[in-house]
C-alpha cells in the first residue's frame, strides 16, 4: 500500500516545482498508473516513494513504512525500476541476476517461481552480457532484478518507454501476471494507450494531478460528444475547423480530427460549413473518447 | 559482511573483463618503470665542451685529457681563439669553453699559479651548475696531481689546509637509481590508485547503475568498502611487479625488510584511495575526475619530494606538501629502501598517513549519500 499526501518537490532553490502538492493512494494489489507527458514529475515521485530523493514537505508511506524515517524498511520491501536502464551491462544476464539477488540475502532459486515466466523468455541468453542485450531484453532483466526479492511494492518508472509495440504488449501482460500474485504496482508511462491496462490511474501535469479514477470512469467523466473527422486534405480541415464559431476543441488525432462542439444540437450546422469548402471525400463519426481526449481536455480546463 | 563478498565478487569481476584496463594498468606501469629510470637521470654526461688552447704544452695536452677522460665531456671541437668558442656556445653546440692562456705550463712551473677561462652555457640551470661543478673538481684534481710532480716539498710545515673528504652514507657511490627507481614507482601507484578508485564509483554514477544500488539496502560503508579493495589489491600486486623489476633490472633492492614496507604501503594505499573516493564523491561525470585528478596528480607529483628536494621549497609548501600522503610514503620508502629504517623510525611517516586517510574516507563516506 502507498499512501502519499500533499508532497512537494521543487528543484533550483524552489523555482522550479516538480511535484507540487499530490496526493493520491495505492491500494494493496492494484496496479496504478501515473499518466503525464515528460517533465509532469513522475520520476521525481518515483524517486522519492523509493527513498532515493527528500521531499521538500509531505508525508509518503510505502507498506506503511515513512519514506524519510524509515527508508531501511522501504528499500527491503520494494523493487524498483529506473527509467533509464541501470544493471550492470558488463555483466552476464545470470550475472546480474545472481548479484542482485545476494544483495538482498537471498537467492534466484528462492524466488524463482515469481521471475520465472519472464526469465524463461531470457533464460537462453544467460551468458550474454548485458550490454549486448536488446531494448526489450534488457526490460525484462530488470524486471527480473526488481523482482527476484519477492518485493512487496514494484514501482516500474516508464517501462515501456523506447520497447517496440509487440514487447510493450508482453510487457503489460507480464505485469497483470504479477498483480494477479498480489503485488502492488506502481508505473508511471507516458503513453495514454498503456492507461487503460491500469486499475486506477492519476493524470499529471506540471507537477499536479489533473485526475484520478479508473480509466473507465475517466473515460465515461468525458461528458461530451467526441467527433472523429477525416479527409484527404487534413490540415486545411483542421485549419478550418478551428476557425468555426461552434467548435469547442479540436485536434489532430493520428490520421483524423478529435471535434467537440459547444453546443451539440446544432450539429447540422456543422455539415452546412464544411460544405462550403471543398475537402474532396469528409467523413464524421461519433466516437467512444480515449484517455488521451480526456488528458486533452483536463488540460484545457485547468 | 556476506554482502561485501558479493559486492568484491562483483567488482573483481568487472574488473578482469575489461581486458583493455588491465593491460594499461598492469603492461603500461611496468614498461615506464623499466624504461623512465635511464631517461630521468640527474647526472648530466655527454657535456658538450670546446677548448681554446693558447699554450700547446704538455700540461695543456694533460689538462685536456683529464677533462674529456672523466666521461661527464664530449670533446667538441678545439677553436683557435675566444670568438671562435663563444661562437659555438651561441650556436648551442657547446655548453662549455675552457680557455687555457698563453705560456700556461711556464707560467705554472715559475709562478707557481695560472688562471683558466671557463665559460658555461646557463640557458639549462641543472645542466650548467653540474657541468661547473664536475669541471671544478676535474681541476682541483689536476691542481693535486701537479703539486705532487712538481712542487718541491716545503721544508716547513705550510699553511693548514682543510680538505674536505665527503662520505655519502646509505648510497655511497650516489647510485641515481636508488634515489629515481623508488621515486617512480610511487608516482605510478599514486597515478594508478586516484584514477582507478575515483573512477570506478563515477563510473556507476555515470552509467546510472547506482540508482540501482541506492535502492537496496546495502550500507554504503560496505558498498565503498567494494569498491575500494579491488585496487587496494591491485595496487599491492603492481607495487610488488615495481619491486622486482627494480631489483632485476636496476638492482635496486630494499635494504630494510619488507614487512616494513608493506606496512607503509598499506598506509599509504589506504589514504590514497580515500583522497581518490572523495574526488569521485565530488564529480559526476568521468570527465569531471579525469580533471580533477589531474590537476591534483600535477601537484603531488611536484610538491610531495618524489623528483625535488621538500626541505627547499618555502614554509607553505611544506605544511601543504605534510598533507600529502605520498611525500611520507616517498619518504618512508627512501628509509626503508636505503637506511633499512624500521617500524619505529618511520612512525611519524606512518600515523601521518593514516590520519590523513582517515580524514579523507570519512569525509568520502559522509559526501556520498543514497539520497539526494
Redesign the interface.
Known amino acids: 500500500m502507498i499512501t502519499v499526501q500533499h508532497l512537494i518537490k521543487t528543484y533550483n532553490k524552489g523555482t522550479v516545482k516538480a511535484v507540487n502538492d499530490i496526493s493520491f493512494e495505492v491500494k494493496d494489489g492494484e496496479l496504478f498508473g501515473l499518466i503525464g507527458p515528460d517533465g509532469a514529475g513522475k520520476s521525481s515521485i518515483f524517486r522519492m516513494l ?5 521531499p521538500d514537505s509531505g508525508i509518503a508511506t510505502v507498506n506503511g513504512y515513512d519514506i524519510v524515517n524509515d ?2 524498511n522501504i ?2 520491501h ?1 523493487g ?1 525500476m ?1 527509467g ?8 552476464t544476464i545470470e ?1 546480474n541476476l545472481e ?2 539477488a ?4 537471498t537467492s534466484i532459486e528462492e524466488n524463482y517461481d515469481l521471475i520465472k515466466d519472464i526469465y524463461v523468455q531470457i533464460e537462453p541468453f544467460k551468458d550474454r552480457r548485458t550490454g549486448k542485450l536488446s531494448g526489450g531484453m534488457k526490460q525484462k532483466l530488470a524486471l527480473c ?1 526488481a523482482l527476484i526479492h519477492k518485493p512487496d511494492v514494484l514501482f516500474l518508472d516508464e517501462p515501456t518507454t523506447g520497447v517496440d509495440v509487440v514487447s510493450r504488449r508482453e510487457f503489460w501482460d507480464m505485469l497483470k501476471k504479477l498483480k494477479n500474485q498480489g503485488l502492488t504496482i506502481l508505473v508511471s508511462t507516458p503513453y495514454m494507450d498503456e492507461a487503460g491496462l491500469c486499475d486506477r490511474i492519476a493524470l499529471l501535469q506540471n507537477g499536479q494531478i489533473l485526475s484520478i479514477d479508473t480509466p473507465a470512469h475517466i473515460v465515461a467523466s468525458f461528458g461530451d460528444i467526441l467527433y472523429s473527422l477525416s479527409s484527404p486534405k487534413m490540415y486545411k480541415l483542421l485549419v478550418t475547423m478551428r476557425a468555426y464559431d461552434n467548435m469547442n476543441s479540436c485536434f489532430a488525432f493520428g490520421d483524423s480530427l478529435h471535434l467537440t462542439l459547444k453546443d451539440n444540437s446544432k450539429k447540422d450546422e456543422l455539415y452546412s460549413y464544411l460544405k462550403k469548402s471543398d475537402f474532396g471525400e469528409i467523413e464524421i463519426n461519433q466516437i467512444m473518447p480515449t484517455i488521451e481526449d480526456c488528458f486533452i481536455k483536463l488540460l484545457k480546463e485547468n | 559482511m ?2 561485501l563478498y ?1 559486492l568484491l565478487e ?1 567488482e573483481f ?2 574488473m578482469f ?2 581486458k583493455g584496463l588491465l593491460r594499461t594498468l598492469f603492461i603500461a606501469p611496468i614498461i615506464q618503470l623499466i624504461l623512465m629510470p635511464m631517461a630521468a637521470n640527474y647526472s648530466v654526461k655527454n657535456i658538450s665542451l670546446v677548448i681554446v688552447d693558447h699554450d700547446h704544452s704538455s700540461f695543456s695536452r694533460q689538462l685536456i685529457t683529464k677533462v674529456t677522460a672523466s666521461g661527464h665531456f664530449r670533446l667538441e671541437a678545439i677553436c683557435a681563439n675566444t670568438e671562435a668558442a663563444l661562437k659555438e656556445i651561441e650556436l648551442d653546440k657547446a655548453d662549455i669553453a675552457i680557455e687555457i692562456p698563453d705560456k700556461f705550463e711556464q707560467g705554472l712551473v715559475r709562478e707557481g699559479s695560472q688562471k683558466i677561462n671557463v665559460q658555461v652555457n646557463a640557458i639549462e640551470g641543472v645542466k650548467a651548475g653540474l657541468a661547473g661543478g664536475y669541471l671544478s673538481a676535474i681541476l682541483s684534481d689536476f691542481n693535486a696531481e701537479l703539486r705532487l710532480h712538481w712542487v718541491q716539498p716545503a721544508r716547513f710545515e705550510p699553511a693548514p689546509v682543510i680538505s674536505i673528504m665527503p662520505i655519502n652514507w646509505y648510497n655511497k657511490f650516489m647510485n641515481y637509481y636508488l634515489f629515481i627507481v623508488p621515486g617512480i614507482l610511487v608516482n605510478l601507484i599514486t597515478g594508478i590508485g586516484i584514477m582507478q578508485a575515483a573512477f570506478n564509483l563515477v563510473k556507476e554514477k555515470e ?12 550500507k554504503k560503508q560496505y558498498f565503498i568498502l567494494g569498491k575500494l579493495l579491488p585496487f587496494f589489491v591491485l595496487s599491492i600486486v603492481i607495487f610488488t611487479v615495481g619491486l622486482m623489476i627494480g631489483y632485476v633490472f636496476y638492482n635496486v633492492y630494499p635494504v630494510g625488510s619488507f614487512l616494513t614496507m608493506y606496512v607503509s604501503l598499506f598506509a599509504f594505499l589506504f589514504a590514497l584511495l580515500g583522497f581518490g573516493l572523495l574526488l569521485s564523491t565530488y564529480s559526476e561525470t568521468q570527465q569531471q575526475t579525469m580533471s580533477l585528478a589531474f590537476f591534483f596528480l600535477n601537484v603531488l607529483n611536484m610538491m610531495s619530494g618524489l623528483f625535488t628536494s621538500i626541505e627547499s621549497m618555502p614554509q607553505w609548501a611544506k605544511i601543504l606538501s605534510g598533507c600529502f600522503p605520498v611525500s611520507h610514503f616517498i619518504k618512508a620508502m627512501r628509509m626503508i629502501m636505503l637506511k633499512g629504517s624500521s617500524l619505529s623510525d618511520i612512525s611519524f611517516h606512518l600515523w601521518s598517513m593514516l590520519g590523513v586517510g582517515l580524514v579523507f574516507n570519512t569525509w568520502a563516506i559522509l559526501n556520498y549519500r ?3
Do not use: A, H, W
Not at chain 1, 523509493?50 to 527528500?54: P, Q, V
Open positions: 523509493t527513498t532515493l530523493l527528500l527508508f531501511q528499500r527491503n520494494i524498483y529506473p533509464r536502464f541501470s544493471l550492470y551491462q558488463d555483466l550475472e548479484f542482485f545476494t544483495v538482498f540475502n532484478c | 556476506r554482502s558479493f562483483k569481476k568487472q573483463r575489461s552509467m546510472g547503475t547506482i540508482e540501482q544500488i541506492n535502492v537496496t539496502p546495502i543514497k539520497r539526494s
